[in-house]
Protein backbone atom coordinates (compact mmCIF):
# COMPACT_ATOMS: atom_id res chain seq x y z
CA UNK A 1 0.00 0.00 0.00
CA UNK A 2 2.74 2.71 0.80
CA UNK A 3 4.31 1.52 -2.45
CA UNK A 4 1.29 2.30 -4.21
CA UNK A 5 0.77 6.16 -2.28
CA UNK A 6 4.32 6.78 -3.10
CA UNK A 7 4.07 6.08 -6.76
CA UNK A 8 0.66 7.77 -6.42
CA UNK A 9 2.42 11.10 -5.53
CA UNK A 10 5.05 10.44 -7.91
CA UNK A 11 2.56 10.21 -10.84
CA UNK A 12 0.35 13.54 -9.13
CA UNK A 13 4.17 15.56 -9.00
CA UNK A 14 4.87 14.53 -12.24
CA UNK A 15 1.19 15.79 -13.57
CA UNK A 16 1.46 18.98 -11.73
CA UNK A 17 5.01 19.64 -13.31
CA UNK A 18 4.18 19.05 -16.77
CA UNK A 19 1.62 22.43 -17.40
CA UNK A 20 4.67 24.26 -15.65
CA UNK A 21 7.24 22.47 -18.29
CA UNK A 22 5.20 23.43 -20.88
CA UNK A 23 4.28 26.94 -20.08
CA UNK A 24 7.41 28.73 -21.69
CA UNK A 25 6.78 26.91 -25.10
CA UNK A 26 3.30 28.24 -25.26
CA UNK A 27 4.14 31.86 -24.00
CA UNK A 28 6.62 31.69 -27.18
CA UNK A 29 4.18 31.04 -29.42
CA UNK A 30 1.75 33.51 -28.22
CA UNK A 31 4.46 36.30 -28.21
CA UNK A 32 5.34 35.03 -31.72
CA UNK A 33 1.72 35.00 -32.77
CA UNK A 34 1.19 38.50 -31.67
CA UNK A 35 4.59 39.70 -32.69
CA UNK A 36 3.62 38.57 -36.08
CA UNK A 37 -0.26 40.56 -35.96
CA UNK A 38 1.53 43.60 -35.03
CA UNK A 39 4.21 43.30 -38.17
CA UNK A 40 1.19 42.69 -40.35
CA UNK A 41 -1.13 45.24 -39.38
CA UNK A 42 2.09 47.73 -39.39
CA UNK A 43 2.72 46.69 -43.05
CA UNK A 44 -1.12 46.86 -43.90
CA UNK A 45 -0.95 50.37 -41.88
CA UNK A 46 2.57 51.81 -43.88
CA UNK A 47 1.10 50.71 -47.45
CA UNK A 48 -2.84 52.85 -46.62
CA UNK A 49 -0.67 55.65 -45.85
CA UNK A 50 1.48 55.35 -49.01
CA UNK A 51 -1.27 55.36 -51.34
CA UNK A 52 -2.77 58.05 -49.10
CA UNK A 53 0.25 59.77 -50.05
CA UNK A 54 0.27 59.35 -53.47
CA UNK A 55 -3.97 60.35 -54.07
CA UNK A 56 -3.07 63.30 -51.89
CA UNK A 57 -0.15 64.72 -54.39
CA UNK A 58 -2.11 63.62 -57.70
CA UNK A 59 -5.41 65.76 -56.41
CA UNK A 60 -3.55 68.78 -54.70
CA UNK A 61 -1.15 69.20 -58.42
CA UNK A 62 -4.71 68.79 -60.30
CA UNK A 63 -6.78 71.12 -57.73
CA UNK A 64 -7.40 74.75 -58.91
CA UNK A 65 -6.16 77.95 -56.23
CA UNK A 66 -7.68 78.74 -53.29
CA UNK A 67 -9.57 81.61 -55.12
CA UNK A 68 -10.10 80.30 -58.84
CA UNK A 69 -10.72 83.03 -61.03
CA UNK A 70 -14.73 82.45 -60.89
CA UNK A 71 -15.38 82.94 -57.81
CA UNK A 72 -13.24 85.93 -57.75
CA UNK A 73 -14.86 87.41 -60.17
CA UNK A 74 -17.97 86.10 -58.68
CA UNK A 75 -17.40 88.19 -55.35
CA UNK A 76 -16.08 91.03 -56.82
CA UNK A 77 -19.50 91.92 -58.19
CA UNK A 78 -20.83 91.73 -54.20
CA UNK A 79 -24.21 90.67 -54.48
CA UNK A 80 -23.88 87.36 -52.09
CA UNK A 81 -21.21 86.36 -49.93
CA UNK A 82 -20.77 83.05 -49.24
CA UNK A 83 -19.96 81.12 -45.87
CA UNK A 84 -17.99 78.12 -46.39
CA UNK A 85 -16.84 76.37 -43.35
CA UNK A 86 -14.51 73.34 -43.92
CA UNK A 87 -15.76 70.19 -43.19
CA UNK A 88 -19.30 71.06 -43.59
CA UNK A 89 -21.27 69.72 -47.08
CA UNK A 90 -23.56 72.71 -47.04
CA UNK A 91 -22.66 76.49 -48.55
CA UNK A 92 -24.93 79.39 -47.16
CA UNK A 93 -24.83 82.62 -49.66
CA UNK A 94 -26.78 85.67 -48.07
CA UNK A 95 -27.10 89.57 -49.38
CA UNK A 96 -28.85 91.98 -48.12
CA UNK A 97 -32.21 93.81 -50.30
CA UNK A 98 -32.98 96.83 -49.08
CA UNK A 99 -35.53 95.80 -45.82
CA UNK A 100 -35.00 92.23 -46.76
CA UNK A 101 -32.51 89.34 -46.94
CA UNK A 102 -31.66 86.38 -49.33
CA UNK A 103 -30.45 83.07 -48.36
CA UNK A 104 -29.22 81.05 -50.53
CA UNK A 105 -28.10 77.39 -49.14
CA UNK A 106 -26.96 74.62 -50.85
CA UNK A 107 -25.31 71.16 -50.32
CA UNK A 108 -22.17 69.29 -52.09
CA UNK A 109 -23.81 66.34 -51.74
CA UNK A 110 -25.27 66.37 -55.40
CA UNK A 111 -21.95 66.43 -57.15
CA UNK A 112 -23.05 62.75 -57.19
CA UNK A 113 -25.14 62.37 -59.68
CA UNK A 114 -23.52 63.86 -62.33
CA UNK A 115 -24.30 63.13 -65.66
CA UNK A 116 -22.56 63.00 -69.09
CA UNK A 117 -23.78 66.09 -70.74
CA UNK A 118 -24.80 65.10 -74.68
CA UNK A 119 -24.44 66.98 -77.73
CA UNK A 120 -26.98 67.65 -80.27
CA UNK A 121 -25.89 64.29 -82.02
CA UNK A 122 -27.04 62.59 -78.71
CA UNK A 123 -23.02 61.92 -77.69
CA UNK A 124 -21.06 62.61 -74.76
CA UNK A 125 -19.92 66.28 -74.63
CA UNK A 126 -16.16 66.75 -73.81
CA UNK A 127 -14.35 69.74 -72.28
CA UNK A 128 -11.52 70.01 -73.89
CA UNK A 129 -9.92 66.08 -73.54
CA UNK A 130 -12.34 65.15 -70.92
CA UNK A 131 -16.15 64.68 -71.12
CA UNK A 132 -18.55 67.17 -69.84
CA UNK A 133 -20.67 66.48 -66.87
CA UNK A 134 -23.55 68.72 -65.61
CA UNK A 135 -25.75 67.51 -62.10
CA UNK A 136 -28.96 69.14 -60.72
CA UNK A 137 -28.15 70.69 -57.42
CA UNK A 138 -31.15 71.13 -54.56
CA UNK A 139 -31.17 75.16 -53.87
CA UNK A 140 -33.19 76.32 -51.40
CA UNK A 141 -33.78 80.39 -51.49
CA UNK A 142 -35.33 82.51 -48.37
CA UNK A 143 -36.45 85.72 -47.98
CA UNK A 144 -36.81 87.26 -44.55
CA UNK A 145 -37.59 90.92 -43.26
CA UNK A 146 -35.43 92.46 -41.57
CA UNK A 147 -38.20 94.49 -39.09
CA UNK A 148 -41.21 92.80 -37.98
CA UNK A 149 -40.80 89.30 -36.00
CA UNK A 150 -44.38 88.76 -37.62
CA UNK A 151 -43.69 89.23 -41.17
CA UNK A 152 -42.65 85.40 -41.86
CA UNK A 153 -40.97 84.32 -44.55
CA UNK A 154 -41.04 83.10 -48.41
CA UNK A 155 -38.97 79.78 -49.56
CA UNK A 156 -38.42 78.34 -52.88
CA UNK A 157 -37.44 74.79 -53.38
CA UNK A 158 -35.39 75.20 -56.46
CA UNK A 159 -33.64 72.82 -58.80
CA UNK A 160 -30.45 74.79 -60.13
CA UNK A 161 -29.05 72.65 -63.80
CA UNK A 162 -27.60 73.59 -66.76
CA UNK A 163 -27.41 77.76 -66.03
CA UNK A 164 -31.01 77.62 -65.30
CA UNK A 165 -33.19 77.88 -62.00
CA UNK A 166 -36.25 75.42 -61.88
CA UNK A 167 -38.45 76.46 -59.34
CA UNK A 168 -40.80 73.28 -57.17
CA UNK A 169 -42.09 74.84 -54.77
CA UNK A 170 -43.09 78.08 -52.87
CA UNK A 171 -43.28 78.02 -48.87
CA UNK A 172 -44.68 80.70 -46.63
CA UNK A 173 -43.67 80.36 -42.93
CA UNK A 174 -44.91 82.36 -40.58
CA UNK A 175 -42.28 82.49 -37.79
CA UNK A 176 -38.93 83.85 -39.94
CA UNK A 177 -36.43 82.39 -37.41
CA UNK A 178 -38.16 78.60 -38.15
CA UNK A 179 -37.24 79.24 -41.82
CA UNK A 180 -33.98 79.55 -41.60
CA UNK A 181 -32.78 77.95 -38.13
CA UNK A 182 -30.34 75.31 -38.86
CA UNK A 183 -30.98 72.71 -36.46
CA UNK A 184 -32.98 69.25 -36.13
CA UNK A 185 -35.98 70.63 -34.27
CA UNK A 186 -36.80 73.44 -36.96
CA UNK A 187 -36.41 70.68 -40.14
CA UNK A 188 -38.71 68.67 -38.64
CA UNK A 189 -41.17 71.36 -37.78
CA UNK A 190 -40.58 72.90 -41.68
CA UNK A 191 -41.66 69.01 -42.44
CA UNK A 192 -45.32 69.24 -41.09
CA UNK A 193 -45.90 72.60 -42.70
CA UNK A 194 -47.81 72.94 -46.19
CA UNK A 195 -45.01 73.27 -48.98
CA UNK A 196 -47.48 75.16 -51.17
CA UNK A 197 -48.57 74.33 -54.47
CA UNK A 198 -47.18 72.12 -57.02
CA UNK A 199 -45.03 75.15 -59.19
CA UNK A 200 -45.57 73.87 -62.32
CA UNK A 201 -49.42 73.74 -61.90
CA UNK A 202 -49.62 77.27 -61.19
CA UNK A 203 -51.28 80.10 -63.30
CA UNK A 204 -48.40 81.21 -66.18
CA UNK A 205 -48.45 84.38 -65.34
CA UNK A 206 -48.14 83.44 -61.59
CA UNK A 207 -45.30 81.48 -62.14
CA UNK A 208 -43.55 84.03 -64.46
CA UNK A 209 -44.20 86.83 -61.24
CA UNK A 210 -42.06 84.29 -58.88
CA UNK A 211 -38.87 84.09 -61.25
CA UNK A 212 -38.84 87.97 -62.27
CA UNK A 213 -39.23 88.22 -58.23
CA UNK A 214 -36.01 86.47 -57.23
CA UNK A 215 -34.01 87.72 -60.43
CA UNK A 216 -34.81 91.34 -58.98
CA UNK A 217 -33.09 89.81 -55.55
CA UNK A 218 -29.99 88.72 -57.61
CA UNK A 219 -31.32 85.12 -58.01
CA UNK A 220 -29.95 85.12 -61.86
CA UNK A 221 -28.87 82.59 -64.60
CA UNK A 222 -25.69 83.82 -63.37
CA UNK A 223 -26.04 82.88 -59.67
CA UNK A 224 -27.27 79.34 -61.28
CA UNK A 225 -24.09 78.99 -63.27
CA UNK A 226 -22.02 79.95 -60.27
CA UNK A 227 -23.70 77.27 -57.79
CA UNK A 228 -22.95 73.78 -60.06
CA UNK A 229 -19.26 75.58 -60.43
CA UNK A 230 -18.67 76.36 -56.41
CA UNK A 231 -20.17 72.63 -55.59
CA UNK A 232 -17.12 71.20 -57.92
CA UNK A 233 -15.05 73.52 -56.48
CA UNK A 234 -15.85 72.65 -52.23
CA UNK A 235 -16.10 69.15 -53.28
CA UNK A 236 -12.29 68.67 -54.69
CA UNK A 237 -11.49 71.03 -51.97
CA UNK A 238 -12.70 68.89 -49.06
CA UNK A 239 -11.55 65.18 -50.67
CA UNK A 240 -8.00 66.86 -50.45
CA UNK A 241 -8.57 67.50 -47.15
CA UNK A 242 -10.24 64.23 -46.15
CA UNK A 243 -7.00 62.82 -48.10
CA UNK A 244 -4.95 64.91 -45.81
CA UNK A 245 -7.07 63.79 -42.31
CA UNK A 246 -6.98 60.27 -42.79
CA UNK A 247 -3.60 60.24 -43.48
CA UNK A 248 -2.85 61.51 -40.80
CA UNK A 249 -4.88 59.60 -38.51
CA UNK A 250 -3.46 56.43 -39.98
CA UNK A 251 0.23 57.32 -39.82
CA UNK A 252 -0.37 58.14 -35.86
CA UNK A 253 1.47 56.16 -33.43
Same mark, same amino acid.
Given at each position: ?102 ? *? !? @??? +?? %? ?7 ? #? $? ?47 ? *? !? @??? +?? %? ?7 ? #? $? ?66
Amino acid at each position: MFARTAALRTATAILARTPAACAPAAVAARAFSLSAFRASVAATDSELVDVLAKELQFEKENTQPAMPSFLSEFLARKTFTVQDRPGDNEVVMAREFGNEKIT *V !T @FSI +DD %VANAQPIED #A $DGQPARDGDEVAYDFPVATVITVTKKTGADAGAITFQTIVEGGQLQITN *V !T @FTD +DP %VLAVADTAE #A $DYKRRGQYVGPVFDELDDNLAAAFHTYLEARGVTAELAEFIPEYVEFKEQNEYVRWLDRVKAFVSRA
